[in-house]
């Protein structure tokens, strides 16, 4: 079936460092993608989002980059900080359904 | 930015009772709202599309006669776990889209509903 997986399931870096969370895709007609941030206890928080016409989309101190070639979904953090220990979740969209495909999830644990 | 929310935030129920999760969207409509399940440790899994003033569409495998969902307005879908069990267990979580312009369909999420069934 479709699926959205992960490369890494857990990420430890040093606070300040910058962080990359790798993310690969199955579904070639998916068109949008998300990524989302999931503390302890509480429902997923929008990150950053990316179509499938850009190869790249900056936020602050986000970037989302996408290869449609490979199917390859990443998220770069720049200098992080202890706030962004999370677990963090791409998402796939197909264009003709609103329905999302979660990936299995990637921790990032910041370290003082 | 658009807010759902998600009542109550935890429940522990008696094995063989029913319980009821409400999800709203407190400052736009939502035609269709998400329901998800995640275990934990898991990632979110896909339940249900609830669709305002018609049936839900199910996942395969998820018993539509045991996860009622009803969205009787533009603001409010609720799930029922009927006779639940230990192993409905989980974290429940909502979304719902915020069409804001053709070309931003971004899912906002509540903050999801711990069923304990004991």
């Known amino acids: 079936g479709e699926s959205v997986g992960l490369h890494l399931p857990t990420l430890s870096v040093q606070e300040g460092d910058n962080s990359i969370i790798n993310c690969a895709y199955s579904?070639?007609?998916?068109?949008?993608f998300i990524w989302y941030k999931q503390e302890s206890g509480k429902g997923p928080q929008f990150i950053i989002d990316?179509?499938?016409?850009?190869d790249k989309r900056q936020g602050q101190r986000v970037t989302v980059l996408l290869n449609k070639t490979v199917k390859h979904l990443s998220l770069q953090i720049a200098a992080t900080q202890p706030g962004d220990s999370a677990v963090y979740f791409c998402?796939?969209?197909?264009?003709?359904?609103?329905?999302?495909?979660f990936g299995a999830g990637t921790r990032l644990a910041v370290h003082p | 930015g658009a807010v759902v929310s998600q009542h109550p935030s935890w429940v522990i129920c008696k094995s063989g009772t029913s319980v009821k999760i409400e999800c709203r969207s407190l400052?736009?409509?939502?035609?269709?709202m998400f329901w998800y399940r995640q275990f934990p440790k898991q990632s979110l899994m896909l339940m249900a599309t609830?669709?305002?003033?018609?049936?839900?569409?199910?996942e395969q495998g998820v018993e539509k006669d045991k996860f009622l969902i009803n969205h009787a307005s533009l603001t409010l879908s609720t799930l029922t776990v009927t006779s639940a069990h230990p192993e409905d267990s989980s974290f429940y979580i909502c979304?719902?889209?915020?069409?804001?312009?053709?070309?931003?369909?971004?899912?906002?999420f509540g903050p999801g509903t711990r069923l304990t069934v004991l």
């Open positions: 998402a796939e969209q197909d264009g003709g359904y609103n329905k999302l495909i």
């Open positions: 609830s669709n305002e003033g018609s049936k839900a569409t199910y």
């Open positions: 979304s719902a889209p915020l069409l804001a312009t053709p070309s931003t369909d971004t899912q906002y």
């Open positions: 990316i179509r499938s016409n850009m």
């Open positions: 579904n070639s007609a998916s068109d949008y």
């Open positions: 400052d736009f409509q939502a035609t269709t």
